[in-house]
């Protein structure tokens, strides 16, 4: 069973910076689809970014241009660079995996636990 732990996760002011990891206990290469979501409290959980395995990607509206996802399959990580944070941002963040990239996008087969991630304003 292939297991996926977040880190990175912070307080940080309004403004700032954070990059998240997600290691995967085994290759990602079997992954075509990988992605982060978030849930803030009271809010149902939302696709932040993903990436395929060709390095397609998408990212939501609310984080274009300010959010970068990226995976290094050499050291089975995925990552978000998330610069010029604002207190919207506040959120739990997981880290989430498909074989399938359409998958990713819908209902992941692979959950991290998450990671905490605070903007204080």
């Known amino acids: 069973q292939v297991q996926l732990v977040e880190s990175g996760g912070g307080l940080v002011q309004a403004g700032g910076s954070l990059r998240l990891s997600c290691a995967s206990s085994?290759?990602?290469?079997?992954?075509?689809?990988m992605g982060w979501y978030r849930q803030a409290p009271g809010k149902e959980r939302e696709l932040v970014a993903a990436?395929?395995?060709?390095?397609?990607?998408y990212c939501a509206d609310s984080v274009k241009g300010r959010f970068t996802i990226s995976r290094d399959n050499a050291k089975n990580t995925l990552y978000l660079q998330m610069n010029s944070l604002k207190p919207e941002d506040t959120a739990m963040y997981y880290c989430?995996?498909?074989?399938?990239?359409?998958?990713?996008?819908?209902?992941?087969?692979?959950w991290g636990q998450g990671t905490q991630v605070t903007v204080s304003s």
């Open positions: 085994g290759s990602i290469f079997s992954f075509n689809g």
């Open positions: 989430a995996a498909s074989r399938v990239y359409n998958k990713v996008v819908a209902t992941p087969d692979y």
């Open positions: 990436i395929s395995l060709g390095g397609r990607q």
